[in-house]
């Protein structure tokens, strides 16, 4: 029952980065954010028709962590794990207005720290994955410039087992100066253990708790349900600068809580499992500006700001300066500035008072601040076949003394 804690590894490690799960989507729109510009219609007098095309998108990232405030053991002991994703997209154009989509991929985790549900740590090879595909069909409506895609998705690993649905639509007014997008998404989970192990004959049975804690059910559920609403505002203010502004809502119901993370107690030597409310609403606001400062650069800055009824205030300043290097390589330094306040419901180690309803020792959410660093490195020969190369790189480091490696490689080619 080692494996039982990917589910909690990967969590995490979406936390640090932003989501694993939504990382390979994040680096492609990074990476093509070069063309933002928007393109000017010429009326050539008669009506172009789009070839059927197909493009494949290949992403692998590399991600390590390390650091000393493990949630499985009460907010002490290691939290080391190495995550490599690779990942592969397929969209295929029937005509101009009509698309397919397509993706699939696999979260290959070795950790140390998972072993502790346990107490017997092995190494970081022990290992375990997270499978996940999509299928998705979009459609443009020139005329009117309105554009609608849907997607399925479906994840699994040994405890947690996912059924999601995006529903994105988006429209551009007829002077190409504002863009209107909506996305709705709901994702539908079930957290118990055994999907994946032969003994349970791949049936889930169970939700894994800490080993001396076993002794009892702590949960009367074991599902969870997370709706997500965001919407876009985009306006190009002039030939040289777009403003996005982007208010969201989040609701989650069900388990929050992760059944394997340990709290230790004031006076106490036997721990709890941590217990979290049923119910949590989180509300983003961001706000970017895309400016042309001539010659070969372009700045991207933006903001954000995030409440929760968890107790948690975050703000989020980023930068990034795509710096075109000849006709064929564009350089990418970028940095993110992070900080947010405690939840009502954070202590550390062996600091929870005993009288307490909720309580975690998740560093997660505890007040930190956090910055990222890095360099993207892009390649786009006028070639047939190869359309899009690139490598990116970014050092996290958070004020707890955790830090993240993340190093990812990009291909997309013409089929």
Same mark, same amino acid.
Request: charged letters at 20%; glycine letters at 8%; a negative charge.
């Given at each position: 029952?080692?494996?039982?804690?990917?589910?909690?590894?990967?969590?995490?490690?979406?936390?640090?980065?932003?989501?694993?799960?939504?990382?390979?989507?994040?680096?492609?729109?990074?990476?093509?954010?070069?063309?933002?510009?928007?393109?000017?219609?010429?009326?050539?007098?008669?009506?172009?028709?789009?070839?059927?095309?197909?493009?494949?998108?290949?992403?692998?990232?590399?991600?390590?962590?390390?650091?000393?405030?493990?949630?499985?053991?009460? !907010?002490?002991? $290691?939290?080391?794990? *190495?995550?490599? #994703?690779?990942?592969?997209? @397929?969209?295929?154009? %029937? +005509?101009?207005?009509?698309?397919?989509?397509?993706?699939?991929?696999?979260?290959?985790?070795?950790?140390?720290?998972?072993?502790?549900?346990?107490?017997?740590?092995?190494?970081?090879?022990?290992?375990?994955?997270?499978?996940?595909?999509?299928?998705?069909?979009?459609?443009?409506?020139?005329?009117?410039?309105?554009?609608?895609?849907?997607?399925?998705?479906?994840?699994?690993?040994?405890?947690?087992?996912?059924?999601?649905?995006?529903?994105? !639509?988006?429209? $551009?007014?007829?002077? *190409?100066?504002? #863009?209107?997008?909506?996305? @709705?998404?709901?994702? %539908? +989970?079930?957290?118990?253990?055994?999907?994946?192990?032969?003994?349970?004959?791949?049936?889930?049975?169970?939700?894994?708790?800490?080993?001396?804690?076993?002794?009892?059910?702590?949960?009367?559920?074991?599902?969870?349900?997370?709706?997500?609403?965001?919407?876009?505002?985009?306006?190009?203010?002039?030939?040289?600068?777009?403003?996005?502004?982007?208010?969201?809502?989040?609701?989650?119901?069900?388990?929050?809580?992760?059944?394997?993370?340990?709290?230790?107690?004031?006076?106490?030597?036997?721990?709890?499992?941590?217990?979290?409310?049923?119910?949590?609403?989180?509300?983003?606001?961001?706000?970017?500006?895309?400016?042309?400062?001539?010659?070969?650069?372009?700045?991207?800055?933006?903001?954000?700001?995030?409440?929760?009824?968890?107790?948690?205030?975050?703000?989020?300043?980023?930068?990034?300066?795509?710096?075109?290097?000849?006709?064929?390589?564009?350089?990418?330094?970028?940095?993110?500035?992070?900080?947010?306040?405690?939840?009502?419901?954070?202590?550390?180690?062996?600091?929870?008072?005993?009288?307490?309803?909720?309580?975690?020792?998740?560093?997660?959410?505890?007040?930190?601040?956090?910055?990222?660093?890095?360099?993207?490195?892009?390649?786009?020969?006028?070639?047939?076949?190869?359309?899009?190369?690139?490598?990116?790189?970014?050092?996290?480091?958070?004020?707890?003394?955790?830090?993240?490696?993340?190093?990812?490689?990009?291909?997309?080619?013409?089929?």
């Amino acid at each position: 029952m080692r494996n039982a804690g990917v589910f909690a590894v990967l969590y995490r490690a979406r936390t640090y980065t932003y989501s694993l799960r939504l990382f390979g989507g994040i680096l492609s729109l990074l990476l093509w954010g070069d063309s933002w510009l928007p393109a000017q219609e010429i009326d050539s007098g008669y009506v172009k028709k789009q070839v059927s095309e197909t493009d494949l998108e290949v992403l692998f990232s590399y991600y390590t962590q390390d650091g000393e405030h493990s949630a499985v053991t009460g !907010g002490e002991g $290691t939290e080391h794990l *190495q995550v490599y #994703t690779p990942d592969f997209r @397929l969209t295929h154009a %029937f +005509d101009e207005s009509h698309r397919f989509y397509a993706s699939l991929g696999v979260d290959v985790i070795s950790s140390a720290s998972t072993d502790n549900i346990d107490f017997h740590v092995s190494s970081a090879s022990s290992l375990d994955g997270r499978y996940h595909m999509s299928l998705g069909y979009g459609q443009k409506f020139p005329k009117v410039g309105l554009e609608v895609i849907g997607k399925g998705s479906v994840s699994i690993e040994s405890d947690y087992f996912s059924l999601g649905g995006d529903l994105f !639509g988006s429209y $551009t007014d007829g002077s *190409q100066t504002n #863009t209107f997008s909506l996305q @709705l998404q709901g994702f %539908f +989970d079930d957290l118990r253990w055994g999907r994946l192990n032969p003994s349970t004959k791949h049936s889930p049975t169970k939700l894994i708790y800490p080993e001396e804690l076993r002794f009892r059910e702590w949960y009367n559920l074991h599902d969870r349900q997370s709706f997500n609403a965001s919407f876009t505002w985009s306006r190009v203010l002039n030939r040289r600068m777009i403003l996005n502004i982007n208010p969201g809502f989040s609701l989650q119901q069900g388990l929050l809580s992760t059944p394997f993370h340990r709290v230790y107690f004031e006076e106490s030597f036997l721990p709890k499992v941590e217990n979290l409310p049923e119910q949590r609403i989180k509300i983003p606001l961001g706000i970017g500006l895309n400016s042309f400062i001539g010659g070969e650069w372009i700045i991207r800055s933006s903001y954000r700001f995030y409440w929760d009824d968890f107790g948690i205030l975050s703000h989020t300043g980023n930068i990034e300066a795509p710096w075109k290097v000849g006709q064929s390589f564009t350089l990418t330094p970028f940095i993110r500035f992070y900080t947010q306040t405690a939840s009502d419901f954070f202590q550390p180690f062996g600091e929870h008072s005993p009288d307490e309803v909720f309580y975690t020792s998740d560093y997660d959410l505890s007040k930190f601040t956090s910055i990222k660093a890095g360099l993207g490195v892009r390649y786009y020969p006028f070639a047939s076949f190869l359309k899009d190369l690139s490598i990116r790189y970014s050092y996290y480091h958070r004020e707890d003394g955790l830090y993240a490696h993340i190093l990812s490689t990009y291909f997309k080619y013409d089929l």
